[in-house]
DNA sequence: CGAGTGCGTACTGTATCCAGTGTCCAACGA
DNA sequence: TCGTTGGACACTGGATACAGTACGCACTCG
């Protein structure tokens, strides 16, 4: 009988998560100098674990750290998000047709589950969320862990701050997009390979990011 | 007039190179512990840029971290390289198509010169190099920061480490690979997406990983 | 008046120190 | 004899202290 192991998280983890948090919100706003010791101690930490956490940032791209003069939020223009657009162009379609040839079958639960969210969600926000989620399980039905940790740079560093806060927010946001969505994960389930390629690939030009 | 600005390099720079070495070297084995204490004392620096330097090793999945119970070098299996090869499937060809596609054209510059480095290598080893050169040159030619970025953590994480130093011992070794990558060079140069993405997923499907 | 220089301040980078956790082994009890 | 438990040891995680670097401002000199 083994007890269902519990997660510790340490305190980098804790202080990554909540930066991340932070900038993903646009608390911290796009540009913003992190000086060490104002955020240390306004997070209750010490130093040492906050430059570990910085450092992961840095390696996700939310952050720069510039030697000797310290780390400052990314400051990432429209040339950056419409290379992550592109970059996801490539990943997603073939992750999509990947998982559409998986035996056993990919786990579709999650799709569902994020496209019923989104359904069920009025608030952009949420939808947003579920949005990525959606997006995020797609690739991870592929099977390929690297694939889906790519997309996961892709969407958390890159595209949730602000493309598509500004795509969301036009027209009836991004809940219309579970038609879509849902279009994909029958072809995947139908293990219609070509199909799903083909879905994925309209889907995502069909919404490019916004010039803000 | 303005001097050309050298790269300083902090402490946690050179430690990561460093350790960047010894694991792709093999001279720190998969699955090593290291043990912080006595890596500082070797490398003769202190804790702090060590435990930086691993956190940055461990982003790029050289080696892994259990909390509470320190670092070692990742113990990459035949499951890990197998999904790399299929990442890699995913994002050259798609790259070489970009390549290709790009106006300007792409600078081919950096993939002939690593065409002729393996030609001229007469040793495994460097050779083996050369051909690494040249994938990520591929890549880098298609003009997306992320791809390339992705490319780099197939290559160095999961790649060089073993599945080709096996594959290199075989036959001919790489050197052979001159051709076919002579070939896909060609294609982007003649800005033939289609073909371009062709050839290079026909080569790496011609290479996969061996069972060591 | 303007350019350059030197100093002071604020911050980062590194080293050291302390507390907490995991692991191994031996002693004890069933 | 085998399983359990207690404790010592070794190591990591986090906090603090110190050294080094960059930036801004005032002062000086042309």
Redesign the pocket.
Known sequence: MSVPRIQIS???DQVHAALRVQILSGELPRGAR????TLAAELG?????L?EALRRLAGEGLVV?Q?????SVADLDFGDMRDAWTARLVIEPAAARLAAGRSPAADLEPMREAIARQRAQPDPAGSLDANREFHLALVDASGSPHLRHFAELLWVARISVAIYTAQAAQADGSAGWAGEHEAIADAVAAADGELAELLTREHIRRHPPIET
């Not at 992190?34 to 010791?37: A, G, N, V």
């Not at 030697?67 to 780390?71: E, F, L, R």
């Open positions: 340490s305190v980098v992190l000086p060490q010791e930490v010490s130093r040492t674990p430059r750290l030697p000797n003069h310290g780390a």
